[in-house]
């Protein structure tokens, strides 16, 4: 397992995090995982013998259960404070009222107080804001989170399922108002949907906002066991999402099967390494319902793909240029000529 910084802070993580929506099952989320407290406590375990050292959860999986699944496990391992650090997320409905929702200050700070309870914990290391609030206006929400961190309750700030301009925003306004920053994105990336490349990952990268990548298996499609013929019974079954094109994904499973065989490893091992190839992710997000699902991605990290093998995968589901972007790459041509030390050319 190796480790890497989260952003440009110098908190560093375990590249493979611990995902825990498979814990608990309630409401919506019992399609995606309902394991009780002694199945999810083995898979902490299992994630945290193998090096990993990053769990993540959210207020909103199985209405809170989740994350008091989590806190129990890591009591009942006896898991010290300084080994582990832990994230969590608000924004979504934790109730039937108007204001029990969203990314206002109002709801924030009894959010706050609630995962931490749930977790036994007195503070978390990210908080996160699960997802983008039309409602609040941004400032809001940043001097809320700013005064999350002064109180101590958590450690770093980050945020998911944002637009890149929205991101750069936020950042802006907490370098004019001396509030704390995002240091990290969550955000949906695969090699089967990586619309993120087009605007999320260069900001990203000349920000230094750490990626934390969330369904790296696209929902269970790049696992290997559907196929062109037919879903197999699984998460796909029950809970159609993320939205995917088949036919990208199919054929993007075919190369990695051929790279899989190759190196003995198994085709989702290889969706996984493509992943932390990637100098702009920091940690990919594996959730598990099984033993041997969680082992299976824990050796992900044993997998390493040559640049002619990434350059493979990525020749299948190489995303469409996009406007500004593809004008931005020839326009800039002859300027990257100038910095790779090309004489001009009239």
């Known amino acids: 397992m190796r480790y890497n910084s989260l952003g440009s802070t110098g908190l560093f993580v375990s590249e493979l995090c611990l995902g825990t929506m498979?814990?608990?099952?309630?409401?919506?989320?019992?399609?995606?995982?309902?394991?009780?407290?002694?199945?999810?406590?083995a898979l902490v375990k299992g994630a945290l013998d193998a090096g990993?050292?990053?769990?993540?959860?959210?207020?909103?999986?199985?209405?809170?259960?989740s994350e008091k699944i989590t806190g129990q496990a890591l009591k009942d391992l006896g898991v010290a404070r300084d080994d582990v650090v832990?994230?969590?997320?608000?924004?979504?409905?934790?109730?039937?009222?108007?204001?029990?929702?969203?990314?206002?200050?109002?709801?924030?700070?009894?959010?706050?107080?609630?995962?931490?309870?749930?977790?036994?914990?007195?503070?978390?290391?990210?908080?996160?804001?699960?997802?983008w609030d039309p409602a609040t206006p941004m400032e809001e929400t940043l001097r809320a989170l700013d005064d999350i961190v002064r109180s101590g309750k958590a450690r770093y700030i980050g945020v998911s399922n944002w637009a890149a301009?929205?991101?750069?925003?936020?950042?802006?306004?907490?370098?004019?108002?001396?509030?704390?920053k995002f240091v990290s994105l969550q955000a949906y990336y695969s090699i089967a949907g990586r619309g993120l490349e087009r605007e999320i990952v260069p900001m990203l990268e000349s920000e230094g906002v750490g990626l934390m990548v969330w369904s790296p298996l696209a929902g269970g499609y790049l696992s290997g066991k559907y196929?062109?013929?037919?879903?197999a019974e699984g998460r796909r079954a029950k809970f159609d999402f993320p939205p995917a094109n088949k036919d990208e994904v199919f054929a993007a499973v075919d190369a990695m099967r051929a790279i899989a065989d190759?190196?003995?490893?198994t085709v989702a091992q290889v969706a996984l390494a493509w992943l932390l190839a990637k100098p702009a992710v920091s940690t990919v997000i594996i959730g598990a319902k099984r033993m041997d699902q969680l082992s299976d991605n824990l050796g992900a990290v044993e997998v390493v793909l040559s640049a002619e093998e990434i350059a493979t995968l990525e020749a299948v589901t190489k995303p469409q240029a996009e406007y500004p972007g593809w004008m931005i790459e020839r326009q800039g041509e002859y300027r990257q000529g100038a910095l790779a030390g090309q004489t001009p050319k009239k």
């Open 262 to 265: 190759a190196k003995g490893a």
């Open 22 to 41: 498979t814990f608990g099952g309630a409401g919506m989320w019992t399609a995606i995982g309902a394991l009780d407290q002694e199945k999810s406590t």
């Open 165 to 180: 301009w929205q991101i750069a925003k936020s950042l802006g306004i907490s370098e004019r108002r001396g509030l704390e």
């Open 52 to 65: 990993v050292n990053f769990i993540d959860t959210a207020n909103v999986y199985s209405e809170g259960l």
């Open 227 to 231: 196929t062109r013929e037919g879903d």
């Open 86 to 131: 832990i994230a969590t997320k608000a924004l979504g409905p934790m109730g039937e009222g108007i204001n029990q929702r969203g990314a206002s200050r109002y709801h924030l700070m009894g959010q706050i107080d609630a995962s931490l309870q749930r977790l036994q914990l007195d503070h978390v290391d990210l908080y996160q804001i699960h997802g």
